[in-house]
Structure formats: C-alpha cells, structure tokens
Nanobody, 126 residues
Framework: QVQLVESGGGLVQAGGSLRLSCAASGRTFSVGAMGWFRQAAGKDREFVSAISRSGGRTDYADSVKGRFTISRDNAKNTVYLQMNSLKPEDTAVYYC???????????????????WGQGIQVTVSS
C-alpha cells in the first residue's frame, strides 16, 4: 500500500502563489503516475494536473494551464504543484493521487489512480 500526504495549502490573496507537496510513503516503488485533483464546495472532484512516472509526460486542466506547474522528485517520493496567479475559483480541497501501475488510462482520468491523499485546503481570497 501507498500513503499520500499533502502539504503546502493555505490562504492566499488573488494573484499570489502556493506550492503544494505530496509525499508518498509505503510501497513507493509501485507508484507510477501521480496527479492532483480538486473539489470545490458544492462541485464534483475535477482533474487539475498529472505527471508520468518518469516525468516525461504532463497534463493540465485547461483552467490551470499556464498558471500551474507539476513536477516530481522520485528520489524524495514527492510530487509538487506550483500554483501561480491564483484566482478565487481555484479555491478547493486539493487531493494528491497515485497510480499503482498496470492500468491503461489517460493521466487525466480519475480511474487511473489507486491511492489518494486526505486532501488539503487552498483558499484564494479576492
């Protein structure tokens, strides 16, 4: 099993930046792709960004392209989400997710991911 713990969330003014981190522990050698999803109040959980195991492929939701950057450090078993130019509509609980490997879905597909973090609040004020 793999455990995921997010950190780096909080309150920021519109236009500001935050960097989320997600540290994986347990059987981290089994982790493939990793991604970020978010869920705003009253809305469904939506895809934000994802990165392949090697880092060679990334994907972003249209709403965050050009503002967010995903990266990973496999030596630290950690994936990051750098969020710049934050908007109030970015306010949500952000969840880290990891693929167990062996599934064949796009990086943006929720079905790809087997492990989920507890979520971390990001609030962007106007």
């Amino acid at each position: 099993q793999v455990q995921l713990v997010e950190s780096g969330g909080g309150l920021v003014q519109a236009g500001g930046s935050l960097r989320l981190s997600c540290a994986a522990s347990g059987r981290t050698f089994s982790v493939g792709a990793m991604g970020w999803f978010r869920q705003a109040a009253g809305k469904d959980r939506e895809f934000v960004s994802a990165i392949s195991r090697s880092g060679g492929r990334t994907d972003y939701a249209d709403s965050v392209k050009g503002r967010f950057t995903i990266s990973r450090d496999n030596a630290k078993n950690t994936v990051y989400l750098q969020m710049n130019s934050l908007k109030p509509e970015d306010t949500a609980v952000y969840y880290c997710a990891a693929d167990r490997r062996g599934s064949y879905y796009p990086l943006s597909s929720r079905d790809l991911y087997d492990y989920w973090g507890q979520g971390i609040q990001v609030t962007v004020s106007s």
